[in-house]
């Protein structure tokens, strides 16, 4: 199936969903809900539970709308969304656990695999800022070293380096400490200093760069791993450098998914 297909399944599927939410389900009165879906064997699909998240209007209209006599008919329907929408998205169900109905601000529905929390209130305060900051220590980078542009990449997390380099210029070397990790399979994050598959001195490097921010407000920081989409694990990786003064973050393959550091001392060699 082509990727354009799949875009056209996908939005089929979500303005189905958006229609029934916004129909019966006080939409306008919430921004997510995660819906757990058990896949048992080869039976169809059940929602094993739904939690709604960002009131934004009456609570007790949502808690109305989604209680059991009401909610009943949605469920065969978002448990069959779920499924369809993971699939589409080659992510098994039975890892992710379910997934997450985002409604946009320019109206209609976005989903993400997994069940996928609205971040918290510290987080979303900082989000824009450490966004623009992020882009702009990559494009410095990117101006400074062209990055992008080497072929080779050598990355030794013991021993916190990291080298560029290809033929026919300077390579470029520094320092690189992990952050954290994403899982293609489970679409999760996983912070480097809770991460206990990884060496002790690694985790150590790791965890003193969370430590080091001084909001404990966020709990996605004392979280060792939780579901999250790759452009919210660049932000709080992009925290991360903002708070260690680093000079940006790469972002390398790692077989199921991709490894985040924090670059630090940089320079052509």
């Known amino acids: 199936m082509s990727e354009a297909e799949r875009a056209r399944l996908r939005a089929e599927i979500l303005e189905d969903v958006g229609a029934l939410f916004a129909e019966q389900y006080a939409a306008e009165a919430w921004g997510r809900v995660l819906v757990e879906v058990a896949a048992e064997g080869e039976g169809e699909p059940r929602v094993a539970g739904i939690e709604v998240e960002d009131i934004v209007g009456d609570e007790a209209l949502v808690d109305a709308a989604f209680a059991p006599e009401r909610a009943g008919p949605l469920l065969a329907v978002l448990a069959r969304a779920t499924e369809a929408l993971c699939a589409l998205d080659d992510v098994e169900l039975a890892r992710v656990r379910g997934g997450t109905f985002v409604r946009q601000r320019g109206g209609g529905l976005a989903w993400l695999p997994g069940l996928v929390h609205l971040p918290s209130a510290a987080f979303e305060r900082t989000w824009d800022d450490a966004a623009r900051r992020l882009r702009a220590r990559q494009h410095a980078l990117e101006e400074r070293f062209g ?72 709990w996605e920081l004392s979280t060792p791993l939780f579901p999250l989409d790759e452009a919210t694990a660049w932000i709080l990786a992009g925290l991360v450098c903002d708070h260690a003064g680093g000079d940006g973050v790469y972002r390398a393959d790692d077989g199921d998914g991709r490894v985040f550091v924090l670059l630090r001392e940089l320079r052509a060699v």
């Open 147 to 218: 990055l992008g542009a080497f072929e080779r990449v050598e990355l030794d997390l013991a021993r916190e380096r990291i080298a560029f380099s290809g033929p026919g210029r300077a390579g470029v070397a520094g320092r690189a400490t992990l952050i954290g990790s994403t899982s293609r399979a489970s679409r999760t994050w996983a912070w480097g200093g809770g991460n206990p598959n990884l060496p002790a001195a690694v985790r150590a490097a790791s965890a003193a760069l969370v430590d080091g921010i001084a909001d404990r407000d966020m």
